[in-house]
Structures are given as structure tokens and as C-alpha cells.
């Protein structure tokens, strides 16, 4: 069954710093993964998704996430982070197509938040 | 475009009372999805819908049922509601069977069972 991990629960940087937000999966199959993000009091928005090919994925808002296989990981990056990115961040990847849907499966979410 | 719209917003309840969290779409997606999300637990999905006509259980499907009404709309059922269904309950749809095309969630419903 497909999984993921989420290695940090809160991440706090200063604006214009550098962040990395990490996030392992494991899969027996083929996998599709993606990152969402969730502002205060809001739904989850789609970041960015990773189907194939090139494994340096571009998403919204200047994040960007690469896909390492042999490390099973799916990392978030932005080289420069602003007070607006504040928010809880999800990771999630696709599972088995079962009764016909292939359903998500998230992690337990990170909680960036960006200080001045 | 409203995307996908829940309602009610917020919510209490007592225990043993029974409540419908009711889900819109105008996207004409054919998936649909509930999932309910807790503090260090991301979101769990409790049941979904393949296509019209078609419903089946999650990962955390006790307590709750769902009616796929038609393609648009997608209700989840508390019949006895208890403390632990104390959550934020989120309906998502998609275009297709598969999540490649990502999902689109609503903005929650959140309920208090005291």
C-alpha cells in the first residue's frame, strides 16, 4: 500500500530564506505524486504535481519539488520565501486504482511558518 | 465559477444528534471524495465516489454514510454523532477516475460534537 511521511511537522524560516520541505513515500507501483497547500481557513490547492519525465517539477508561486527514486523522496523547495507562504503544506501520492477511482493518500501535513 | 461549494460552514452538535454535510460541484467532475482532517494527521479519506451511481468506503468510513444524488452532488451522513467525529471535513472532486489531474477541494465544514 502506498504511504507518505512528512519529516517535519513545523518548519520555521525568515523571510527571503531558503526552505525545504521534505516528504518520503513508499509505493510497490508506478507513482504520482504531488504537493498541495492549505492557507488558514481555506481548502488544499494544487502546488504542483510530478507524472513523469523530467524529475525537477515547477508548481505556483515559485515552489519547485524534485523526485528522487531511489531515495523514495519528493522534496518542496523555494529559494526565497515570503511572509504569504505561510501556510500548512501536504504531500501526497496516488494510489491503486480500486473500484474504479484512484484515490489520494496525504501526509500529515507541514506547517511552514515564515517570521519577519 | 464556484468550484466546489460545502455547506454548512461551521456546525455543533450533541451527541446522538445526526446532521448532512452537503457537497456541490459545477465542474463536471465525475469523482468525488470526503476526507476529514485532524491535527498530525493530514487528511483521511472516509468514503468516495467513482462516477455517478457509484459509492464506496475509505480508510475511516465508521459512522458516516454518503449519497452520490446525481453528478453534481455528494452528501456525507452523521447518524449518531459522536466527540470523535469532531473534525474539518473536506469534499474534493476531480475530472477523471485517476487523481492525475489533481483534485479540487472545497473551503471545509468544520463541527464540533460536544
Known amino acids: 500500500a502506498q504511504s507518505v511521511t512528512q519529516l517535519d511537522s513545523q518548519v520555521p524560516v525568515f523571510e527571503e530564506a531558503p526552505v525545504e520541505l521534505r516528504c518520503n513515500y513508499s509505493s510497490s507501483v508506478s507513482v504520482y505524486l504531488f504537493w498541495y497547500v492549505q492557507y488558514p481557513n481555506q481548502g488544499l490547492q494544487l502546488l504542483l504535481k510530478y507524472l513523469s519525465g523530467s524529475t525537477l517539477v515547477k508548481g505556483i508561486n515559485g515552489f519547485e519539488a524534485e523526485f528522487n527514486k531511489s531515495q523514495t523522496s519528493f522534496h518542496l523547495r523555494k529559494p526565497s520565501v515570503h511572509i504569504s507562504d505561510t501556510a500548512e503544506y501536504f504531500c501526497?501520492?496516488?494510489?491503486?486504482?480500486?473500484?474504479?477511482?484512484?484515490?489520494?493518500?496525504f501526509g500529515q501535513g507541514t506547517r511552514l511558518t515564515i517570521n519577519p | 465559477n464556484a468550484g466546489v461549494t460545502q455547506t454548512p460552514k461551521f456546525q455543533v452538535l450533541k451527541t446522538g444528534q445526526s446532521m448532512t454535510l452537503q457537497c456541490a460541484q459545477d465542474m463536471n467532475h465525475n469523482s468525488m471524495y470526503w476526507y476529514r482532517q485532524d491535527p498530525g494527521m493530514g487528511l483521511r479519506l472516509i468514503y468516495y465516489s467513482a462516477s455517478e451511481g457509484t459509492t464506496d468506503k475509505g480508510e475511516v468510513p465508521n459512522g458516516y454514510n454518503v449519497s452520490r444524488l446525481n453528478k453534481r452532488e455528494f452528501s456525507l451522513r452523521l447518524e449518531s454523532a459522536a466527540p470523535s467525529q469532531t473534525s474539518v471535513y473536506f469534499c474534493?472532486?476531480?475530472?477523471?477516475?485517476?487523481?492525475?489531474?489533481?483534485?479540487?477541494f472545497g473551503s471545509g465544514t468544520r463541527l464540533t460534537v460536544v
Open positions: 474534493a472532486s476531480c475530472l477523471g477516475a485517476t487523481s492525475l489531474d489533481g483534485y479540487t
Open positions: 501526497a501520492v496516488s494510489g491503486p486504482r480500486v473500484q474504479g477511482a484512484q484515490k489520494l493518500v
